[in-house]
Structure formats: structure tokens, C-alpha cells
């Protein structure tokens, strides 16, 4: 199997198994470079290391890609904090999905300087929501460069 962050062919047993991912597949990096790539993020984030002894590698992946998401996306962290917040305290009620009327519903803000109004999506209708503005934004961009 080849590598895909180093390049170098090595036998299936350097690789590790994505549990999370269907039929257990095998990563398409090696563990050479996903060790590696592990003490980069954690050489970035000094104040998570102590948390993380002992952990499971995808507990930490999962907590520093949090954590950057937070610092690129300030405005989307206050909008979800206030949305759970609320919800905790009763002041917003999820509801069903507003197309199929799916029970398990995400909350989807089209303006996150408006925090509280927040659209009800299942997940399928919500990635068939974000395919369209993916879409949407592609087109744009392709329009302005011709």
C-alpha cells in the first residue's frame, strides 16, 4: 500500500484501521506519518498534551480540529454555544425536520449574526442544504473569473 502523505509503498500492517469509516478500511496514511502528524498538532496546542495522556489518538484529533474551527470560525462557535444554550434552558425547542418531519434534526443557521433562528434539517436534508450553497458558491466563483 502506498502512502498517501509520504509516498512510500510499505506493507498493509503500517497502516492502521478507521473503525469509524465503513468496513473498517485501512487509513491512507501510514502510522509513521499519522504519529508524526499527531505531535505537529500537539507542538501547536502545548496546553492540550497534558489532557491527552493516555488518550485515544482520534480523541485528540477531535479536540484540536474543535479548537481550530473555533479560532477560524468565532462567529459559528457563538451561534452553536448560544443554540445549545438555549435549548438547554427552554428557551428554543427543537423541532422535526422542516421537509421530512424526521424527528433527529440538526440545526442550520443561514445567518450566523442571527443566532437563534435556526432551521430544523435531518441529516440528509441538511447535506443536500450544503451540497446546494457548495454548488451555489462554485458557480459564483466561476462566473466572476470569466
Known amino acids: 500500500m502506498r502512502c498517501s502523505s509520504c509516498g512510500e509503498t510499505k506493507d498493509s500492517e503500517e497502516f492502521r484501521r478507521r473503525y469509524a469509516r465503513r468496513n473498517s478500511e485501512l487509513s491512507d496514511t501510514c502510522r509513521d506519518c499519522a504519529n508524526a502528524t ?9 496546553d492540550l ?26 462567529e459559528r ?6 443554540v445549545t444554550q438555549a435549548l438547554q ?13 424526521e424527528r433527529k434534526a440538526h440545526g442550520h443557521h443561514d445567518d450566523y449574526s442571527k ?6 434539517l435531518c441529516a ?6 450544503h451540497a446546494k450553497l ?11 473569473s470569466t
Open 49 to 74: 498534551r497534558p489532557m491527552f495522556l493516555g488518550q485515544h489518538r482520534s480523541t485528540v484529533r477531535a479536540s484540536i480540529n474543535t479548537r481550530r474551527h473555533r479560532e477560524r470560525h468565532p
Open 89 to 101: 434552558s427552554g428557551r428554543l425547542k427543537r423541532l422535526p425536520c422542516e421537509i421530512c418531519g
Open 77 to 82: 462557535a457563538r451561534a452553536r454555544t448560544q
Open 134 to 144: 457548495r454548488e451555489e458558491i462554485l458557480r459564483t466563483i466561476a462566473s466572476e
Open 124 to 129: 440528509k436534508h441538511h447535506r443536500e442544504l
Open 115 to 120: 443566532p437563534l433562528e435556526v432551521r430544523w
Open 38 to 46: 499527531l505531535e505537529r498538532l500537539l507542538d501547536a496546542y502545548p
